[in-house]
């Protein structure tokens, strides 16, 4: 299973970005999708969370800044960040909690990481 990601680079504060991951490989079934941050120095910390019927969770701060949806037919997961803040600047993972038959337990894939940079 690999997860690749998309998206991310350098904006303005109050830009917008759009980060996205697509898995793929040998997968029954995708539970919980989402996006980790890990900021210089920083432990990484979740940003947000979607489930496999959609319901979402979000890290206070983005709260109604990002928003997380998916495409369960595609195996995708995405993240739409508005007015992006300098505290914003992280590198942003994304994840999957992926059963690879309907006989195996569920486990975390991880995509390859992409920088956001917010810069005043």
């Known amino acids: 299973v690999q997860l690749v990601q998309s998206g991310g680079g350098l904006v303005q504060v109050g830009e917008s970005l759009r980060l996205s991951c697509a898995a793929s490989?040998?997968?029954?079934?995708?539970?919980?999708m989402g996006w980790y941050r890990q900021a210089p120095e920083k432990q990484r910390e979740l940003v947000g969370t979607?489930?496999?019927?959609?319901?979402?969770n979000y890290k206070f701060s983005v709260k109604g800044r990002f928003t997380i949806s998916r495409d369960n037919a595609k195996n995708t997961v995405h993240l739409q960040m508005n007015s992006l803040k300098p505290e914003d600047t992280a590198v942003y993972y994304c994840?999957?909690?992926?059963?690879?038959?309907?006989?195996?337990?569920?486990?975390?894939?991880w995509g390859q990481g992409t920088q956001v940079t917010v810069s005043s």
């Open positions: 979607i489930s496999s019927a959609g319901f979402t």
């Open positions: 490989g040998s997968i029954f079934s995708i539970n919980d």
């Open positions: 994840y999957a909690q992926v059963r690879r038959s309907w006989y195996s337990a569920e486990s975390d894939y």
